[in-house]
């Protein structure tokens, strides 16, 4: 058996029963719940910043989260930890697939290569920061970080604290300009 397989644990079951008896075989089990799995915070945040870039750049949405993905994503790896590369005789437009994510490499004899990555909804919270953390400097990188504000919910709540309080200074009298440091 050279193919890599992911599935439900019925579904392994089956595929491993219908193996032959005396064939060898290597297994890799991961347990996709017990990472720690991206936080709905994180998700809000990098889909409304890709949105929003998307909207900026005039691409569409999917296409900006392959090459999000393709930059700063996470690679696919076999049962061996080896990442998992595709070979296609006919070239992929992999900026506007859906099902599947893919990292083109070139050519080689006649074929296109492409490196499989995987979706981020299978990312953990240490990637999926990586993947904003990346997002975040591709708009920084440009012109989109004077109309996309990048800043965290922390950053955004310390900005309206400081506002809040300069604004009970200045009802006080105590209203100081320049900058405070």
Known sequence: ???NFIGKPKDIIRR????DQDEVFHVLIRDFKSDKVRSTNQNALYWSLLGQFAQWSKVSQVKLHNQMLMHYGQRELNAEGDV???????????????EFHLYPLGEDDGLYVYRLLRGSRHYNTSE????ITGLIQEIEGCDAWQVINT???????????????????????????????
């Open 84 to 98: 998992i590369d595709f070979y296609s005789k006919v070239k992929i437009d992999w900026e506007n697939a859906t």
């Open 151 to 181: 800043l965290t919910f922390q950053e955004r709540d310390l900005i309206a604290e400081y506002k809040n309080i300069a604004r009970y200074e200045k009802q006080k009298g105590k209203y100081y300009s320049g900058n405070i440091g």
């Open 128 to 131: 999926f920061s990586l993947l």
């Open 16 to 19: 491993i029963s219908a193996l």
């Open 1 to 3: 058996m050279n193919d």
